[in-house]
């Protein structure tokens, strides 16, 4: 019999009534001929008075009794579904994440999914129980109850079906036959969050790789990781209303039509804070030790723009989120001191991003962004580009009005491919016999060797390729005055003499002043560095604009780069050992990039293959 994996979030199991309606669900699928795996996550607010309630004890409470504490909000919900849908005459049982054999490693509060064993659920399905598990939760080896961070519940839905999807404990293929559907307050996901702008428009699909930037740069209805677990184990997954039966968000793999949306939706992280670390000698090395810092106290970097060297020194700025602003400040300290740099930190940041396949192949998307924010006056501190989004940080004061203007000037309160208005490919309504269905549209697009490879180590970076471009140029605007509307007159004017602009960084130096370079092929640079110089020149006339041809960009592409603290360490590691200098760098969710003197580029290229073990 297939199986379904049904998730209610907090919002869905806030009261006795909505209980009894999730468990209705359940049940209903259930007759429909399907083995029921519900995942449920702590009653609306319990997480969050849990926390509260830990800190008027304890200042900093010691994070394995956090995540004993955080997890009793879950089995509260296990216990309370469960008995919902016995008294409607179901059988059904309810397991804690550690009574499932969810194993996970040991860094309590974010802890991650190593293992998740099917023997205990596939016996209860076998029996015809429905099947409850608390959501966010596992045990690591020594026994202690974990859990995986803020909105984790997804996360163990979409592990679950991945583990029941590809269950090498059985041999009967309807078994495997594995749906997921995560059952919200919203009825899919939106443009952009609809709470912050009404206008927002449902998303009937969206790739993999546009959910996991959109969820990792502020789109709170999906958990980034959760996505990882989707693409890597090829579940298709949707997202829809827990109050209403309306279709919601498929969530799959990337298809061709979708190369014609250059921008899907926009999303906002509210609470980020800015660190910058200025004084650094320009050589190799430096931000690996600086990352690898970082990433043994397992902080998420996001944004990372190093500024180009000059007299020897250079600057880097990342961002981080706000509540572990103080933590990695700590930990650099000593790092600083001893290289003879400076921290300087800056709270009350918001990150705006935009998000879509189709900028891969369309330009002037960042130019329409930046413009967009030029005219409502939105200042732009920090500016980072990936292979499919755009992020800006600005002011938080402004980060609501800098969300509201995207939206707008891309248009995406109106019917487009993939929101509205049916593509040729997607023109009959996906269904979740489809997901099911190995040899349907959410067909499988990796071997079953590399899947079962992944589930040995279930939540483990994955590196599936790094790329070298050459014959590019980097273009950098040194001592931009730091206001609004700069930034979209430069790549106007860029955009006009016809090059094409790939990575753009920008990163604030001194004070009042910003650093902001971006990559063009060589056979753009004449024009473009002519067009940057007109438009500086009447901006400013004191700032400088300098361009080096011969360089190349080094992409590592994957899942999860910036959410594995890992990886940047890694890659950075690897070139430092090669004694390569990186010039400008670039984080995503899905990639991450660097730019490098051509020279060193296939040397790099081959270091990082051999780190990542790439043929
Ligand atoms: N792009 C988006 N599309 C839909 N909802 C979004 C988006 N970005 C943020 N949200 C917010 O996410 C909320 C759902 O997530 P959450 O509150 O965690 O639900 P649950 O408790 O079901 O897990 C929505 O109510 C909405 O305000
Ligand atoms: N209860 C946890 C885990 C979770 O996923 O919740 P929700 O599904 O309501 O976002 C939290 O609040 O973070």
């Not at 209705?24 to 849990?50: E, F, P, W, Y």
């Not at 030790?289 to 180009?308: C, E, G, H, K, P």
């Not at 980060?399 to 040729?424: D, Y």
Request: proline share 3%; charged share 20%.
């Amino acid at each position: 019999m297939p199986v379904v994996v049904q998730k209610f979030g907090g919002s869905s199991v806030a009261t006795a009534e909505r209980i009894r309606a999730a468990a209705r669900r359940a049940i209903r699928a259930k007759q429909a001929g399907n083995q029921v795996v519900v995942v449920v996550s702590a009653r609306g607010d319990t997480t969050d008075d849990l926390i509260q309630l830990a800190h008027e004890i304890s200042e900093q409470p010691p994070a394995r009794e956090m995540d004993m504490l955080l997890a009793t909000g879950e089995q509260i919900s296990i216990a309370l579904m469960a008995m919902a849908i016995q008294s409607m005459g179901e059988p059904a049982i309810s397991f804690t994440g550690a009574q499932i054999g969810i194993r996970t490693d040991s860094f309590h509060t974010k802890a991650r999914i190593r293992e998740i064993s099917t023997t205990r659920i596939r016996e209860a399905l076998r029996k015809g129980e429905i099947v409850i598990v608390a959501g966010f939760q596992g045990i690591d080896d020594l026994n202690n109850i974990t859990t995986l961070g803020r909105g984790g519940s997804d996360t163990t839905a979409v592990a679950l079906a991945a583990a029941l999807k590809h269950d090498p404990t059985t041999s009967d293929p309807t078994e495997r036959a594995v749906g997921c559907e995560i059952y919200t307050d919203v009825d899919g996901v939106y443009t952009t969050d609809p709470r912050l702008v009404p206008e927002a428009h449902k998303i009937d699909e969206i790739s993999y790789d546009e959910m996991l930037e959109l969820a990792s740069m502020g789109a709170g209805v999906m958990h980034s990781r959760s996505i990882e677990f989707a693409k890597k184990f090829d579940v298709p997954l949707m997202v829809r209303s827990s109050f209403s039966d309306a279709i919601g968000t498929w969530i799959v793999p990337e298809a061709p039509w979708m190369l014609g949306v250059s921008v899907c939706g926009a999303a906002i992280a509210k609470d980020e804070a800015r660190i910058l670390l200025d004084g650094l000698p320009d050589r190799p090395g430096v931000s690996h030790r600086i990352f690898s810092t970082l990433a043994q106290v397992n902080i998420a970097v996001d944004m990372i723009a190093q500024s180009l060297g000059e007299a020897g020194k250079a600057a880097i700025g990342f961002t981080v989120m706000r509540n572990e602003m103080s933590l990695a400040t700590a930990k650099l300290q000593p790092l600083i001191a001893e290289l003879g740099g400076t921290i300087r930190t800056v709270e009350d940041v918001s990150k705006v991003s935009i998000v879509g396949t189709g900028m891969r192949t369309t330009t002037g998307v960042a130019e329409k962004m930046f413009a967009a924010l030029g005219q409502e006056g939105v200042n732009i501190k920090m500016i980072t580009t990936g292979d499919i989004k755009i992020s800006v940080l600005v002011d938080k004061a402004e980060g609501a009005k800098a969300l509201r203007a995207v939206h707008q000037a891309f248009k995406l309160s109106e019917n487009r491919p993939g929101a509205g208005a049916p593509t040729s490919e997607n023109a009959a309504p996906f269904s979740l016999s489809d997901a099911m269905n190995p040899s349907s549209k959410g067909a499988a697009t990796q071997t079953t060797q590399l899947i079962m490879q992944r589930l040995s180590s279930m939540e483990a970076i994955v590196v599936s390729g790094v790329e070298l471009t050459v014959e590019q140029s980097r273009i950098t605007i040194h001592d931009l005055p730091d206001r609004p509307g700069h930034c979209s007159r430069v790549f106007e004017a860029v955009a006009q003499s016809g090059a094409v602009v790939d990575m753009i960084v920008q990163n604030l130096t001194g004070s009042d002043r910003a650093e902001l370079s971006f990559s063009v092929p060589n056979s753009d640079l004449l024009a473009a560095l002519d067009s940057t110089r007109n438009a500086v020149r009447d901006i400013e006339v004191t700032a400088r604009v300098t361009g080096d041809a011969d360089m190349a960009v080094l992409f590592v592409h994957g899942v999860g780069m910036r959410t594995h603290t890992g990886v940047a360490e890694k890659m950075f590691g690897a070139l430092a050992a090669q004694g390569i200098n990186i010039k400008l760098i670039n984080t995503s969710e899905v990639c991450i990039s660097v730019v490098i003197e051509q020279a060193q580029g296939s040397q790099a290229l081959a270091a990082l293959k051999a780190c990542f073990n790439l043929a």
